[in-house]
C-alpha cells in the first residue's frame, strides 16, 4: 500500500467511503485519534488513520458493536489485557459460527430451489 500522508478530513472520508461525520464519531468513541492542529492549519491523517477506519468499518459491517471494535482495536494498539484477548477470541468463535450458518443457509437455498421459487415469485408479482 502506498503511503498516504496528509490527508484532510474529507480526503479521508472520501478514501474510507465515509461521511465526515462518521469519522467525528469514531473520534468521540475513541476509536480513532484527533490529530494535532497545527497553528493556523488543518488537521492532517495518515495512512495508519485510514487502514484503521476502514478496520472500524470492516467489523461493524461483520456485526461487531463499537465497543468490541475497541476492543479489538485495543489487541493492536498493545493496550490490551487477558480479558480483552479473551474477548477478541469469543468475537472471532462467533464470525465463525455466522459464516457457517451462512454457507449452510446458501446450500439449502440452493438445493431445495428456494432461490428459483423466489425469483419466479418476484416475476409474477411484477
Known amino acids: 500500500m502506498r503511503a498516504i500522508q496528509g490527508l484532510s478530513i474529507g480526503r479521508l472520508a472520501d478514501a474510507a467511503d465515509v461521511n465526515v461525520e462518521t469519522i467525528r464519531f469514531y473520534q468521540r468513541k475513541g476509536l480513532l485519534d484527533v490529530p494535532d492542529k497545527p497553528p493556523g492549519g488543518i488537521r492532517r491523517y ?41 474477548s477478541a477470541v469469543a468475537c472471532l468463535a462467533e464470525v465463525r459460527e455466522k459464516i457457517r ?26
Open 46 to 86: 495518515t495512512d495508519t488513520d485510514l487502514v484503521r477506519l476502514r478496520f472500524i468499518e470492516s467489523a461493524q459491517k461483520l456485526g461487531f458493536r463499537l465497543g468490541e471494535v475497541g476492543e479489538l482495536l485495543a489487541l493492536d494498539d498493545g493496550r490490551h489485557c487477558r480479558g480483552t484477548a479473551l
Open 101 to 126: 450458518s451462512l454457507k449452510k443457509l446458501e446450500r439449502r437455498w440452493r438445493i431445495g430451489g428456494f432461490g428459483a421459487a423466489a425469483m419466479q415469485g418476484r416475476s409474477a408479482a411484477r
